[in-house]
């Protein structure tokens, strides 16, 4: 099983958004990622990089 922590970006912080995630969807201009719970995030921002072997999603959000 193939298992990703999801990080955002705004300007130069990084902090994890979710864990264990298993399902990221676009949607627009949002990403909807579910864990392997079901528990579900929704963040504004489009996907910057993505590591499946070392289970890493990056995210670029917009500043708040």
Do not use: H, W
């Not at 990084?14 to 201009?29: F, R, T």
């Amino acid at each position: 099983m193939c298992l990703a922590t999801v990080y955002k970006n705004t300007q130069d912080t990084e902090e994890v958004v979710l864990k264990n995630v298993s399902k990221i969807y676009v949607e627009g201009s949002q990403v909807r990622l579910v864990d392997i719970m079901g528990a579900e995030v929704v963040v504004e921002g489009t996907i910057s990089f993505v590591d499946l072997t070392g289970s890493v999603v990056k995210l670029n959000c917009p500043s708040a």
